[in-house]
């Protein structure tokens, strides 16, 4: 054999024993990494033991019942996007437009031949929610807020799976900001199922359905978080003719006449306004509760309004800020309940023997915490019944029963007589130091007369001060409120001081 043969036969000799040699490496490390990722003390043979011997997702403890809750809104989504309506409002308005000035009119004025101002007319658009809360026959009743229909001219709704119909308002209220509008269907039409406001409580599931923002059908939702909720009177929000649920489940402008839901689906509160400085959602939302929307619908198809209960007296709040000492004068300083001011002439209240100075603690098995719970208590009660009121007179606690009427129109309201029409504060040294009143002055400065009331037709006017009724010295609020009572049917005759001068006021109830 030649020596180049010799070297390659030595040359693959040698390659196929490091070849050997590397398989056989080769085959221990595997062994020893494969043994390595079996070991139970790796963390990556735990990891793979705990995926193969892992429960499915679904079988995990807690798993099940969150599958419940999504369930729940599930359904809750399924019912109600049905019967929560979008609703669309075009009122028209007529506006003069300026006519165009030329050269003559600047320099001599409107030529008798010149343009005439025209009229044209502008279609403001809004946009709200509603819910079907009823059918009677042909006829669909749509529940939606006062402020969405407004004085609106068209009025159209667009249900759920697109179908549209024209629409007429039935009623509206705005004490309530509750209004009912109706469309006419031989149609089959969901209706929602209405549940009792009454038998929530903070921290209930609540879900708000609506068109917030243009964006139909929306669903949110979060807890209910407070109740009984009555706004700040800068508010402009109505807070004597209800109260409302407040919800952090998200409610934006849309939103308004839509519902409140709870978990069962049922129709809770008429979503009606926010608390926000941005005019968005900061989770403050307020709902109407649907008792009293329930009330409203049905006075809205009956009447055409809806019939508040009606007593006939002016109620206020008495707080030492308001009426300094009033409450220890009348030994009512540690009750709560409502003054009466004023008392309507021939109203239920005045047939009834309620006088001026009652203080009013309980309306039937009610307590009275203020004067706008009151006002919301009594107007809540149904016209003909016959209500206990407890109050306390002259330091002594009494019921007096009144059969309650309906609420007149505010016009004919206005047009009746209040006795006595005065509203009065003791004098003290605030209003001794602003009035330049002398030290021996005493009795009450007359802070308001109202319109067409006994005592405006006495004469009397604002900043009087009474020192005496019928020769009864008045220096407190019983005897002020006793005087003027017991005086009954006579002739009251007043003392007054009036800038300087001692002058007699009277008249007669």
Known sequence: MSNGNRFFSSQRFLVMNVALVAMIIGFVLATAFNFSCTSSDSPTAAKTAHAQDAEPLLDQPGRSALEDIQSSFRAVAQNALPVVVEINVVEIVEQTLPRTLSPWDFFFGPSPDGETP??????????????????DGRKVYVLTNDHVVGSADEISITLYDGRQFEARRTGSDPRT?????????????????????????????????????????????????AVGRRPDLESGISARYTDYIQTDAAINQGNSGGALLNIRGEVVGINSWIASATGGNIGLGFAIPVNIAKDAVNDFISEGRVVYGWLGVTPVTVTEESFPGMAEDL?????????????????PADKAGILPGDFITRTGDVPITDSDQFTYVVGRVKPGQTVDFTLIRYGKSMSVPVKITARESEEKIQAMD?????????????????????????????????ERSSAS?????????????????????????????EAG??????????EGKEIMLGFSR
């Open 118 to 135: 025209e009229e044209r007319e502008f279609r403001n658009q809004g946009l709200g929610s509603g819910v079907i809360v009823r059918r």
């Open 177 to 225: 900001d509750l209004a009912l509008v109706m469309f006419e269907t031989n149609e089959q039409i969901p209706v929602a199922t209405l549940g009792d406001s009454d038998e929530i409580y903070v921290g209930d599931w609540a879900i708000a359905v609506g068109n917030p923002l243009g964006f139909e059908s929306t669903v949110t939702v979060g807890i209910i978080s």
């Open 331 to 347: 030994d009512v300083a540690d009750e709560s309940g409502s003054l009466v001011l004023n008392v309507v002439q021939g109203s």
């Open 418 to 450: 209040l006795w006595p029409g005065i509203y009065v504060q003791k004098i003290g040294p605030d209003i001794r130091e602003s009035l330049s009143l002398p030290a021996a002055v005493k009795g009450f400065v007359v802070l308001d007369v109202a």
């Open 457 to 485: 037709k006495a004469g009397f006017r604002q900043g009087d001060v009474i020192s005496e009724i019928n020769g009864t010295a008045v220096d407190g609020y019983t005897e002020f409120y006793r005087a003027l009572n």
């Open 489 to 498: 049917s006579r002739r009251i005759e007043f003392e007054v001081w009036r």
